[in-house]
């Protein structure tokens, strides 16, 4: 369970990560905005992919435990 749990939490980040990084402007200024802004990006999409997990987690602990009946 751990391990699928990891797999999905990366594959949620690089995912999130592509679509964010499609959406936003392009950074503007020299190779230390550009890495703060790709370290930016990375902390985003890991935080929302942590809640996306945490949230599927407890769903999946949700229905194994029958609480629906």
Wanted: glycine content about 6%; aromatic content about 8%.
């Amino acid at each position: 369970m751990a391990k699928a749990s990891i797999l999905i939490l990366i594959a949620l980040t690089v995912v999130i990560a592509w679509a964010m990084r499609r959406r936003r402007a392009p950074v503007k200024g020299g190779v230390v905005a550009r890495k703060k802004a790709a370290i930016r990006l990375w902390f985003d999409a890991a935080a929302i992919a942590v809640g996306i997990t945490l949230a599927l987690l407890a769903a999946m602990h949700w229905l194994r435990l029958g609480w629906t009946a």
